[in-house]
C-alpha cells in the first residue's frame, strides 16, 4: 500500500528494490519516519525534492545513500560497488514498479558521486545521485 507523502514512497521504492540485492538486504535500514535505533551496519536514505521546472509535475529528486558501519559478509568496497551497478541496471521502469504505482520514475540515477569520510571514527560512504519522478494520485 503506498504512504501518505510523496518522499516516503520514493524511500519505499528505493527500499524494495535494495532489498531484493542479497548484498543490500544485508544492511539495517533506517526509515525517515522511524525512531527505532539501528545495529550496524546500517544504511540511511535522505531525500531532497523540488518541482523542475516550476510549475510541473516533475520532481527532482536528490537521494542519498549513506552506509554506516562495516558489512556482515562483504568489504565496504564491494557492497558500494554493489549499489552502483544496481544503479546502473535500474531503469525507471523498475523503480516505478517498486513503488506499487504511487511514483513514476523518468530515467535513471544521473550525476552520481561518491564521498567516503570517516565520522567519529565510524566509516561512512555516501552515494547521492540525482533521479527524476513524478508522484501519482
Same mark, same amino acid.
Given at each position: 500500500m503506498p504512504d501518505v507523502d510523496f518522499l516516503?514512497?520514493?524511500?519505499s521504492s528505493f527500499l524494495e528494490l535494495f532489498m531484493q540485492d542479497e548484498m543490500l538486504k544485508e544492511y539495517n535500514w533506517q526509515r525517515w519516519d522511524s525512531d527505532v535505533q539501528l545495529e550496524l551496519p546500517r544504511g540511511l536514505i535522505g531525500l531532497k525534492s523540488r518541482r523542475d521546472p516550476e510549475e510541473?509535475?516533475?520532481h527532482r529528486i536528490e537521494v542519498s545513500v549513506r552506509f554506516e558501519g562495516r558489512p556482515k559478509k562483504q568489504k565496504l568496497s564491494v557492497v558500494m560497488n554493489e549499489l552502483v551497478e544496481l544503479l546502473k541496471n535500474?531503469?525507471?521502469?523498475? !523503480?516505478t514498479n517498486a513503488s506499487?504505482?504511487? /511514483?513514476?520514475?523518468?530515467?535513471?540515477a544521473i550525476q552520481v558521486q561518491e564521498?567516503?569520510?570517516i565520522m567519529?571514527? !565510524?566509516r561512512t560512504w555516501t552515494l547521492?545521485? /540525482?533521479i527524476y519522478a513524478?508522484?501519482?494520485n
Open positions: 516516503t514512497n520514493v524511500e510541473s509535475p516533475y535500474t531503469d525507471d521502469e523498475d !523503480l506499487h504505482g504511487s /511514483v513514476t520514475f523518468i530515467g535513471r564521498e567516503r569520510p567519529s571514527g !565510524l547521492t545521485f /540525482v513524478v508522484p501519482m
